[in-house]
């Protein structure tokens, strides 16, 4: 940042300023890291394989990462990773370092998702939540429990939506969604296995049961979604009706960064490139089409679209029961235009 030279005017008045005198909120990051692969096995590093269809690939699905938290408030509830900022730290900073520390994966895209500010949406006072969008292979990282979390787990997604009013009178409307969101997990989740001194003998029963047993947990929160336009400008809010395990306004929060990232896929899908390795297939490419946007595409139309933004290798995926396939990586030219 360029150095700015302040006048003496200007010094006389910051030496009598009193930031005391205005309320200061504390600011968090927290990240909602998507990814899409199959369900792991106990070891957490190998994908588990369709004994009864050897030539099947590993079904796929959309998953979240999730913490369980170890401290008050919300002790034993779910909620995205994430952690204040700490001082002289950029929130963008704060933001990679808890996610290196809940997955060991660096030097991930982070998109800002989102700012929430709502009064009441964490009980130990005024916090300010900056969220980021993270897309990462997961089938590349490891999970390693922080210090305030007990375990933390990859769900799957299940998200399901209905209109439940429509009225618009000139150019004026008002549209009411409901969105059923609902997240589980049978995975073996990564414990935590340095507990504090004050919660030694509950973390250490917790800790033992995770690594020996693979449960099936489930979580999951009704939203209200209320569009109104006025001037055909819109306003959009969300409450949280229903809440069964997730922690703070998370639920409400994941919405969100979910509806953001299916208009993104949708009107741009050079984000959905951040899922795959650098090798893919283009049914690997489509399948995470069709995961995030939830529906099925026709091949020969997405792949005349996806045709410019990628490059055919002279490799191809051989193995694990599949018919052979071409390899493609993506086209940086476009990428970069």
């Known amino acids: 940042m360029a150095e700015y030279q302040r006048s003496p005017e200007e010094e006389e008045f910051l030496s009598h300023y009193d930031m005391a005198k205005y309320d200061r909120p504390s600011i968090a990051a927290d990240i909602a890291v998507f990814s899409i692969m199959g369900k792991r096995n106990r070891s957490d590093k190998e994908l588990v394989q369709d004994e009864d269809n050897y030539r099947k690939s590993p079904e796929k699905k959309l998953k979240l990462l999730l913490i369980k938290r170890a401290e008050y408030p919300y002790r034993e509830q779910w909620a995205l990773p994430g952690g204040f900022c700490q001082s002289?730290?950029?929130v963008?900073?704060?933001a990679r370092r808890e996610l290196y520390e809940e997955t060991h994966v660096k030097d991930v895209y982070l998109r800002l998702a989102g700012i929430y500010s709502d009064m009441g949406r964490d009980p130990r006072g005024w916090i300010i939540s900056n969220t980021f969008l993270a897309l990462i292979d997961g089938e590349q990282c490891s999970l390693k429990a922080d210090t305030d979390a007990w375990e933390a787990r990859w769900f799957d997604v299940e998200f399901e939506s209905r209109q439940k009013n429509k009225q618009i009178q000139g150019s004026t409307a008002l549209i009411e969604n409901e969105h059923k969101l609902t997240l589980k997990s049978t995975d073996l989740g990564a414990t935590n296995l340095e507990p504090s001194l004050s919660d030694t003998e509950t973390v250490t029963r917790s800790a033992k049961q995770s690594l020996h047993k693979e449960e099936e947990v489930s979580v999951s929160a009704i939203i209200q979604e209320k569009r109104e336009f006025k001037n055909y400008h819109e306003t959009v809010q969300y409450e949280v009706t229903q809440n069964n395990g997730f922690a703070f306004?998370?639920?409400?929060?994941?919405?969100?960064?979910?509806?953001?990232?299916?208009?993104?896929t949708e009107f741009n899908g050079n984000i959905v490139f951040d899922f795959l390795p650098e090798l893919f297939t283009m049914a690997d490419l489509q399948r995470a089409f069709e995961i995030i946007l939830d529906r099925k595409l026709l091949v020969a139309n997405f792949r005349r679209k996806m045709a410019p933004l990628v490059k055919e290798t002279?490799?191809?995926l051989e193995g694990a029961g599949h018919r052979p396939a071409k390899l493609f990586?993506?086209?940086?030219e476009m990428f970069y235009r």
């Open 314 to 316: 002279d490799q191809i």
């Open 88 to 90: 002289k730290e950029e």
């Open 92 to 94: 963008y900073q704060a």
């Open 249 to 264: 306004d998370h639920a409400k929060i994941i919405t969100c960064t979910l509806l953001s990232l299916r208009q993104q």
């Open 329 to 332: 990586r993506r086209n940086v």
